[in-house]
């Protein structure tokens, strides 16, 4: 079961980034970070749209 608002995600490592590694190993289990692009977003719109949540 996943947490309220929490997603389940399947990442993927190209081979070439897994080869550039060199000797370092990944591992089930291993803590790692990554940014999932959802969609676009202009420099305003993060200024904006929290004025409108609040409106609405």
Same mark, same amino acid.
């Given at each position: 079961? /996943?947490?309220?608002?929490?997603?389940?995600?399947? !990442?993927?490592?190209?081979?070439?980034? @897994? #080869? =550039?590694?060199?000797?370092?190993?990944? /591992?089930?289990?291993?803590?790692?970070?990554?940014? !999932?692009?959802?969609?676009?977003?202009? @420099? #305003? =719109?993060?200024?904006?749209?929290?004025?409108?949540?609040?409106?609405?």
């Amino acid at each position: 079961m /996943v947490a309220s608002g929490a997603y389940t995600v399947r !990442i993927g490592i190209a081979a070439e980034e @897994v #080869a =550039s590694l060199g000797p370092i190993k990944i /591992v089930p289990g291993m803590p790692f970070e990554t940014f !999932i692009k959802t969609g676009d977003r202009s @420099v #305003a =719109s993060y200024f904006i749209k929290p004025l409108i949540d609040q409106a609405m």
